[in-house]
Nanobody, 128 residues
Framework: QVQLEESGGGSVQAGGSLRLSCVIS????????MGWFRQAPGQEREGVAG???????VYADSGKGRFAISIDNAKNTLYLQMNSLKPEDTGMYYC??????????????????????WGQGTQVTVSS
């Protein structure tokens, strides 16, 4: 059973930074697509950034130039470095994983439905 566990959320002021981590366990395949999603209260879940096993990386427009996704295969850990945070970045952040999609699936319309493995989420709150 694949398990994902996020950490690193918190409360910061606008302009601050956070680094989210997601530890992956029990996944033994070489192909993957992993992504970070977020959901604000009353809003739909949206993709933030994705990475796949070919090394392709995609970002939603909202995070381009401010967010950086990376993966440390030796540590089985996915990261999301978030800089220049804005109040509109507030939400619950989830990491997700599936086996065969390209990274672009993370930011596709309804792309979250393709992902079968999810973490429990970590809260990010950005105050103005």
């Amino acid at each position: 059973q694949v398990q994902l566990e996020e950490s690193g959320g918190g409360s910061v002021q606008a302009g601050g930074s956070l680094r989210l981590s997601c530890v992956i366990s029990e996944y033994s395949y070489s192909d993957y697509c992993m992504g970070w999603f977020r959901q604000a209260p009353g809003q739909e879940r949206e993709g933030v950034a994705g990475i796949d096993s070919s090394g392709s990386i995609v970002y939603a427009d909202s995070g381009k130039g401010r967010f950086a996704i990376s993966i440390d295969n030796a540590k089985n850990t996915l990261y999301l470095q978030m800089n220049s945070l804005k109040p509109e970045d507030t939400g619950m952040y989830y990491c997700a994983m599936e086996g065969f999609s390209p990274a672009s699936m993370v930011v596709a319309v309804n792309g979250s439905t393709a992902f079968g493995y999810w973490g429990q989420g970590t809260q990010v709150t950005v105050s103005s």
